[in-house]
């Protein structure tokens, strides 16, 4: 799960990680309201605006339907006008940029629509470096990266220059130790108050992406003030799914306008869903096989809808939901039902398959392939309910049977 | 010869949910020695299982079996009451980190772990604490480990399993079930059959899997199945390039993923352009596997890379 920036400061802010002051706005009004408590507990009339998606890139990201206007925007005019005059300027980029469509180097073209701002503390930059914690699968430890190429796509950076990426292993029942934390500040060249401050910093942030059972924390930049201190200028963060049990004050902070509609609603079923451009929708049982379906439609000329893994523990009412979603979507020219049934029996998929089709319909030819599990019980009950489908002897078979008839 | 399951394998079941219940029940109709459960607060009772044999595991059994599993309240109690050396565990995700663990604290060789869902940093502690012990952890988010007709421990469908010549070892529950009816239909068999599970951070990985058919004598060629993300496949090619003495076929699943997105398995994601599934096969091929171009076709796969090496 993803939240925006400005929650992923206030769960820092919370755990003693240093970030800018700042308000969240949804309206040009509550825009213009934080623009004053910003400047007093800042103390500098520079303010900035940053539209607030689950997407990176924001800075020079511009709008669809304003061009020459960028995700963020540092707004100067308080240098010379005061407190009004930077009130008018957020005022007008509030109204500009709520509402309108941000296109970003990771939203697509198709851009997303941009619901909150974040009015932030203008921030006297004398560096701007990276830092952030991911899991290292090779070593199924979390991992604290850190590189003076602030600002910078971290991809990049390794591809490029490997060697400015600083790391360090979390032992997982000790936490980032002092050294460690130390030695990460050293060789990102902090001195003097920046070197305490960038200690604390790192600290904090280990023990927070721990705490909080995050999948990534990544701050870019982080950056160093000309006074010395260190803070998150940015700030991604993104949970593992399993863990959100325990995290209910993260849960309360998605933002379903930001996922896809089709992908929410699956979900709430349990179905592993995620949608593509394809015109051959896919429900399967397994990861895996989920995946390898996709792989397949592919190999004989056709493109996949979706991905879809009904799961292990699926019922009738899971494989109903799962072909509505399917048939939901304008582009499917055809569906492929491909089972192997372990935990899942064949005859539930035929059940709920039947249900299904009773419910919505049947507008677009339908390949079944059963295997596994009560496998003869599945293919009687589809033959005798008088379902206009195809069947096929295995996952290659079927996926040439769909991509056929979908053309 | 088999790897890490026999007929002497005796299993204990920790969780006896709908999930554990179920298959603790296909289990023993398999012939699967289930010795004991283990459920905090029913210790004392016992749990009975009754039904037809499923003849297509264990074989000289009755058609019919009636077994009566007695509960533990602890693991240690189970194992010293019944001799276990392998535990299976169906805990929900919340509680299943400290249900391995405590297997391991009882001393069991081999932790098979099936839930699917437990939170990332409790296998990142866990694999932390199992580091040096003697015990084994399989997955979790895992079908099991089957040694067909001698010991089933999972959710897999016993009946598609064929004792024979091949080691399977699996990311994904429905692509081992795949390969395994493949080499059943084509008569190569199954030594065992391995799911390492779909989770990042697992307690075993393709390259111990490999190691273990490697040394085993009945093995004649392993088939793996891996997918995208993370750099196990990678590792194992490495492996299988300057260590293995035996053919191996392999399929990996996710050519058409999106990047960033999860398929599915927390641990099927393509990152930072890192783990995807060109690479893997690539890498794969470098070392000398045969690789499958669909899930249909690793049967085929199979022998040909039998042939190659001259084991037709």
Same mark, same amino acid.
């Given at each position: 799960m993803k939240i925006h920036e400005y929650q992923a400061k206030e769960l820092m802010k919370a755990r003693g990680i240093a970030v800018p002051v700042g308000r969240v706005a949804t309206t040009p009004e509550e825009a213009v309201a934080a623009v004053r408590p910003v400047v007093d507990a800042g103390g500098h009339p520079v303010v900035v605006v940053k539209s607030q998606i689950h997407a990176g890139g924001r800075g020079k990201g511009r709008f669809q =339907?304003? *061009?020459?206007?960028?995700?963020v925007n540092v707004v !100067?005019?308080?240098?010379?006008?005061g407190v009004e005059a930077a009130e008018a300027r957020v005022r007008q980029l509030a109204e500009t940029m709520l509402g309108s469509t941000l296109v970003t180097v990771q939203t697509g073209s198709e851009g997303k629509q941009v619901n909150r701002l974040y009015i932030e503390q203008g921030i006297d930059i004398a560096r701007e470096l990276y830092v952030s914690v991911v899991l290292d699968r090779a070593t199924g430890r979390n991992v604290v990266m850190a590189s !003076? =190429?602030?600002?910078?796509?971290i991809e990049e950076v390794a591809a490029t220059? *490997? =060697?400015l990426i600083l790391r360090e292993t979390i032992d997982p029942a000790l936490g980032l130790a002092d050294f460690q934390a130390r030695r990460l500040a050293y060789g990102l060249g902090l001195e003097g108050d920046a070197f305490k401050n960038g200690v604390r910093f790192l600290k904090a942030l280990s023990a927070a992406a721990v705490d909080l059972d995050t999948d990534m924390v990544e701050i870019n930049p982080l950056v160093v003030t000309k006074q010395g201190a260190v803070m998150a200028l940015d700030g991604k963060m993104s949970f593992d799914n399993n863990a959100l049990f325990r995290h209910p004050d993260v849960v309360a902070?998605?933002?379903?306008?930001?996922?896809?509609p089709a992908e929410v609603e699956a979900s709430k079923f349990g179905l592993s869903f995620i949608k593509l451009d394809g015109s051959v929708g896919c429900l399967v049982n397994g990861a895996g096989l989920a995946m390898a379906t996709m792989d397949t439609i592919k190999q004989v000329g056709g493109e996949p809808a979706n991905f879809l893994d009904v799961g292990g523990g699926a019922t009738e009412e899971n494989v109903t939901a799962a072909f509505t979603i399917i048939t939901r979507? *304008?582009?499917?020219k055809g569906i492929f039902v491909n089972i192997f049934g372990g935990i899942m029996k064949c005859d539930t998929i035929a059940n709920g398959v039947i249900a299904a089709v009773k419910q919505v319909g049947l507008k677009v030819p339908l390949v079944v392939r059963l295997e596994g599990t009560n496998v003869e019980l599945g293919k009687k009950i589809l033959s005798e309910s008088g379902l206009n489908l195809i069947a096929a002897d295995d996952m290659k078979d079927g996926a040439k049977k769909i991509v056929e008839l979908a053309r | 010869m088999s790897i890490l399951v026999d007929d002497t394998t005796k299993v204990l079941v920790q969780g006896l949910g709908s999930a554990g219940r179920f298959h603790t029940d296909k289990a023993i109709a398999y012939g699967?020695?289930?010795?004991a459960a283990v459920h905090p607060g029913r210790g004392g009772e016992t749990e009975r299982f009754e039904g037809e044999?499923?003849?297509?595991?264990? $074989?000289?059994? $009755?058609?019919r079996y009636q077994v009566d599993v007695p509960i533990f309240d602890t693991v240690a109690d189970a194992v010293a009451a019944t001799g276990a050396t392998a535990s299976v565990v169906f805990v929900p995700p919340p509680f299943a980190a400290d249900a391995i663990l405590e297997a391991a604290d009882a001393g069991l060789g081999l932790v098979v772990t099936i839930t699917e869902g437990i939170p990332i940093m409790d296998m990142v502690r866990v694999k932390r604490a199992l580091q040096g012990s003697a015990t084994r952890l399989v997955g979790p988010n895992c079908p099991g480990v089957i040694t067909p007709h001698q010991c089933k421990i999972g959710i897999?469908?016993?009946?598609?399993h064929q004792g024979g010549r091949i080691g399977v070892v699996s990311r994904s529950g429905t692509l081992t079930y795949e390969a395994v009816k493949q080499l059943t239909d084509n008569g190569l068999g199954q030594t065992s059959a391995v799911g390492i599970g779909g989770? $990042?951070?697992?307690?075993?990985n393709f390259v111990d899997v490999l190691e273990l058919y490697n040394a085993d004598?009945?093995?004649?060629g392993v088939i793996m199945i891996g997918e995208i993300g993370g750099s196990a496949e990678e590792e194992a090619a490495a492996w299988i390039r300057d260590n293995m003495t035996k053919p191996v076929a392999a399929f990996i699943a996710g050519t058409t993923a999106p990047p960033g997105?999860?398929?599915?398995?927390?641990?099927?994601i393509i990152s930072g352009g890192k783990g995807t599934a060109k690479d893997k096969i690539a890498a794969l091929e470098a070392a000398g596997v045969v690789v499958a171009?669909? $899930?249909?076709d690793m049967g085929t796969a199979m022998l040909e890379a039998m042939a190659k090496a001259g084991k037709a």
């Amino acid at each position: 799960m993803k939240i925006h920036e400005y929650q992923a400061k206030e769960l820092m802010k919370a755990r003693g990680i240093a970030v800018p002051v700042g308000r969240v706005a949804t309206t040009p009004e509550e825009a213009v309201a934080a623009v004053r408590p910003v400047v007093d507990a800042g103390g500098h009339p520079v303010v900035v605006v940053k539209s607030q998606i689950h997407a990176g890139g924001r800075g020079k990201g511009r709008f669809q =339907e304003h *061009p020459d206007v960028a995700g963020v925007n540092v707004v !100067t005019d308080g240098l010379k006008g005061g407190v009004e005059a930077a009130e008018a300027r957020v005022r007008q980029l509030a109204e500009t940029m709520l509402g309108s469509t941000l296109v970003t180097v990771q939203t697509g073209s198709e851009g997303k629509q941009v619901n909150r701002l974040y009015i932030e503390q203008g921030i006297d930059i004398a560096r701007e470096l990276y830092v952030s914690v991911v899991l290292d699968r090779a070593t199924g430890r979390n991992v604290v990266m850190a590189s !003076t =190429e602030g600002g910078m796509e971290i991809e990049e950076v390794a591809a490029t220059s *490997p =060697e400015l990426i600083l790391r360090e292993t979390i032992d997982p029942a000790l936490g980032l130790a002092d050294f460690q934390a130390r030695r990460l500040a050293y060789g990102l060249g902090l001195e003097g108050d920046a070197f305490k401050n960038g200690v604390r910093f790192l600290k904090a942030l280990s023990a927070a992406a721990v705490d909080l059972d995050t999948d990534m924390v990544e701050i870019n930049p982080l950056v160093v003030t000309k006074q010395g201190a260190v803070m998150a200028l940015d700030g991604k963060m993104s949970f593992d799914n399993n863990a959100l049990f325990r995290h209910p004050d993260v849960v309360a902070m998605r933002d379903l306008s930001e996922e896809n509609p089709a992908e929410v609603e699956a979900s709430k079923f349990g179905l592993s869903f995620i949608k593509l451009d394809g015109s051959v929708g896919c429900l399967v049982n397994g990861a895996g096989l989920a995946m390898a379906t996709m792989d397949t439609i592919k190999q004989v000329g056709g493109e996949p809808a979706n991905f879809l893994d009904v799961g292990g523990g699926a019922t009738e009412e899971n494989v109903t939901a799962a072909f509505t979603i399917i048939t939901r979507d *304008p582009n499917v020219k055809g569906i492929f039902v491909n089972i192997f049934g372990g935990i899942m029996k064949c005859d539930t998929i035929a059940n709920g398959v039947i249900a299904a089709v009773k419910q919505v319909g049947l507008k677009v030819p339908l390949v079944v392939r059963l295997e596994g599990t009560n496998v003869e019980l599945g293919k009687k009950i589809l033959s005798e309910s008088g379902l206009n489908l195809i069947a096929a002897d295995d996952m290659k078979d079927g996926a040439k049977k769909i991509v056929e008839l979908a053309r | 010869m088999s790897i890490l399951v026999d007929d002497t394998t005796k299993v204990l079941v920790q969780g006896l949910g709908s999930a554990g219940r179920f298959h603790t029940d296909k289990a023993i109709a398999y012939g699967t020695q289930m010795v004991a459960a283990v459920h905090p607060g029913r210790g004392g009772e016992t749990e009975r299982f009754e039904g037809e044999t499923d003849h297509s595991g264990v $074989p000289g059994r $009755p058609d019919r079996y009636q077994v009566d599993v007695p509960i533990f309240d602890t693991v240690a109690d189970a194992v010293a009451a019944t001799g276990a050396t392998a535990s299976v565990v169906f805990v929900p995700p919340p509680f299943a980190a400290d249900a391995i663990l405590e297997a391991a604290d009882a001393g069991l060789g081999l932790v098979v772990t099936i839930t699917e869902g437990i939170p990332i940093m409790d296998m990142v502690r866990v694999k932390r604490a199992l580091q040096g012990s003697a015990t084994r952890l399989v997955g979790p988010n895992c079908p099991g480990v089957i040694t067909p007709h001698q010991c089933k421990i999972g959710i897999m469908p016993g009946y598609i399993h064929q004792g024979g010549r091949i080691g399977v070892v699996s990311r994904s529950g429905t692509l081992t079930y795949e390969a395994v009816k493949q080499l059943t239909d084509n008569g190569l068999g199954q030594t065992s059959a391995v799911g390492i599970g779909g989770d $990042p951070v697992n307690g075993t990985n393709f390259v111990d899997v490999l190691e273990l058919y490697n040394a085993d004598p009945a093995t004649e060629g392993v088939i793996m199945i891996g997918e995208i993300g993370g750099s196990a496949e990678e590792e194992a090619a490495a492996w299988i390039r300057d260590n293995m003495t035996k053919p191996v076929a392999a399929f990996i699943a996710g050519t058409t993923a999106p990047p960033g997105k999860r398929m599915g398995h927390a641990g099927a994601i393509i990152s930072g352009g890192k783990g995807t599934a060109k690479d893997k096969i690539a890498a794969l091929e470098a070392a000398g596997v045969v690789v499958a171009s669909t $899930p249909s076709d690793m049967g085929t796969a199979m022998l040909e890379a039998m042939a190659k090496a001259g084991k037709a």
